[in-house]
């Protein structure tokens, strides 16, 4: 039997750690892309680039920390290290955003569906395009090949990022 005090420490501690779970705040706004707004792995200019972006807001942070391509927001938010409570995480509707110059129509990126495998390139190569929709995910699909996965089925392996620069000629 565990002794009063350390059963207490013990239920603190669990109430602590699923507070830092919470889910995304939908009061923390996305925030549009600007001419000079860079991407936080590799400090590319994100309106030079074609493909979805994404957008995620640290709890303490001001600011929404850029990724150029929904890979690499993938590869940050499913690294085992990391732990820092996150407010908010948005990406881009491909149905409604020009994919060579994508800008606006911001979205909750875990209630997204993404095409993985399709001919269709970001910045950084081959891309997870984002779709609020599941039928224009499907439709995207049907067009540029692929395969439609919601949020939680995109896997680490998925969002690996040592193949980027490997790609660039078939942009």
């Not at 110059?101 to 993404?114: E, T, V």
């Not at 399709?118 to 609020?132: Q, V």
Request: net charge negative.
């Amino acid at each position: 039997m565990i002794p009063r005090r350390q059963f207490l420490l013990l239920a603190g501690a669990t109430l602590v750690l699923s507070a830092c779970e919470r889910q995304p705040d939908q009061t923390i706004a996305a925030v549009e892309i600007e001419a000079d707004s860079t991407c936080d792995l590799d400090g590319m200019l994100l309106a030079d680039y074609p493909g979805p972006k994404a957008q995620i807001h640290y709890q303490g942070d001001a600011q929404p920390h850029w990724f150029c391509d929904t890979v690499e927001m993938f590869s940050a938010l499913l690294k085992p290290e990391q732990t820092r409570p996150i407010l908010a995480v948005y990406v881009q509707d491909m149905a409604k955003a020009d994919w060579d110059q994508p800008r606006g129509h911001w979205f909750d990126a875990r209630k997204g569906f993404y095409v993985q495998g399709s001919k269709r390139h970001g910045s950084m190569g081959p891309t997870l395009a984002s779709f609020t929709r599941e039928a224009d995910a499907q439709a995207f699909a049907g067009q540029f090949g692929g395969r439609v996965l919601k949020f939680a089925e995109v896997t680490p392996d998925m969002a690996d990022l040592s193949g980027g620069a490997q790609h660039d000629g078939r942009m």
